[in-house]
């Protein structure tokens, strides 16, 4: 797959900078962040190994399979790196993180964790230790992390303080701003993302059930799909499901919506948010790292959730006011923003 590509640098060599991108999970939010990048900064050449069933748009010069199993990807990663000839990695999640900086090259390696596994609240303390150290030890092989919020920002920095260079790139979404504004009639509140673990479907799940003996006429929607167990949990809640939806689908599934409450137990930052915010949804979630110093109504307890969630859709006013604090998260983060940093970010990870 090729797409024209222009001739200037903005990192001022005579060709443009090169930049593979390594992703072991080419799928909901990581994807949507791999695929804005070439838009933002189409002065550079991007190339991708990825492991998923989606497609890969234009606007990469190349792309392959990552491979399956560890060998098959360390080969198909060394392949990539003697054919393109990178300028830069950029490693995108834990796996591809660790592929990339433990395969020996001299290539720089940028990695974006997407959230650190090790910011788990739910693991044992034990495996969050072991994981933080594992995460310091890589740091040795990091050119540069690219964290998606401060609060991300504050643990890169914490793994090598005062040696390893963290820049922070705000996640973006291209999803059209509504032209319609939400109805709070409409009285149906969105969830958005894999059912895992990570964003903590059994929270989602007792928050429905609170505000629904609050207020029975609300409904509650799952946007994706995952753990079958999960799904089940939550349908029998009275939850819909709707499975994987692609992009246009998940729009129109959030734009049917009142209200979005986010439930992850740990994030970098969700593309959800950022997509329900474009929306004009009025949001909600759950208290995290992710959502510190940001204009989000954040709360500790499923119940304390589900009051807020009824409260809001009591009145007009109180509606609008809190949509138009939720419109306030795109002022940090828009595609102004995201642009400045990664191209700060690929001027970085050169050194």
Not at 306 to 331: F, K, N, Q
Request: proline share 7%; glycine share 6%; hydrophobic share 40%.
């Amino acid at each position: 797959m090729t797409a024209d590509r222009p001739t200037s640098n903005l990192l001022g060599s005579c060709r443009p900078v090169r930049v593979l991108h390594v992703t072991a999970r080419y799928e909901s939010g990581v994807r949507t962040v791999i695929d804005t990048i070439p838009d933002l900064t189409p002065a550079i050449d991007h190339y991708l190994l990825y492991d998923g069933p989606y497609d890969v748009p234009g606007t990469f010069l190349a792309a392959r399979h990552l491979g399956v199993g560890w060998r098959g990807a360390a080969r198909n990663l060394a392949t990539a790196l003697r054919d393109w000839k990178p300028d830069l990695v950029h490693a995108h999640s834990s796996h591809a993180g660790v592929l990339a900086r433990v395969l020996p090259h001299h290539v720089p390696v940028i990695y974006q964790p997407h959230c650190f596994a090790f910011s788990d609240p739910a693991r044992p303390k034990t495996i969050r230790a072991l994981l933080r150290a594992a995460e310091a030890v890589l740091a040795r092989r990091t050119s540069t992390v690219a964290a998606v919020s401060p609060h991300e920002a504050a643990l890169g920095r914490s793994l090598a303080p005062g040696r390893l260079a963290v820049v922070e790139v705000p996640n973006w979404t291209p999803l059209r701003e509504a032209t319609v504004p939400p109805d709070r009639l409409a009285r149906r509140v969105a969830m958005a993302g894999r059912i895992a673990p990570q964003k903590d479907p059994d929270f989602f799940r007792e928050t429905a059930i609170a505000a629904r003996g609050l207020d029975d006429s609300l409904d509650f929607i799952w946007v994706g799909d995952g753990d079958q167990r999960a799904r089940r949990a939550l349908e029998e809640a009275g939850v819909k499901v709707t499975g994987w939806l692609d992009g246009p689908a998940v729009a129109k599934e959030l734009a049917g919506c009142s209200a979005y409450c986010h439930t992850a137990r740990y994030e970098g930052f969700p593309v959800s948010v950022l997509d329900a915010a474009r929306l004009g949804l009025p949001i909600a979630a759950r208290s995290i790292g992710a959502f510190e110093g940001l204009p989000v109504a954040v709360f500790q307890t499923p119940k304390e959730l589900a009051a807020h969630v009824v409260d809001l859709h009591e009145t007009e006013r109180r509606y609008e006011e809190e949509r138009r604090s939720s419109a306030r998260i795109l002022d940090h983060m828009n595609r102004s923003v995201a642009t400045q940093a990664l191209e700060a970010l690929y001027r970085s990870g050169r050194g």
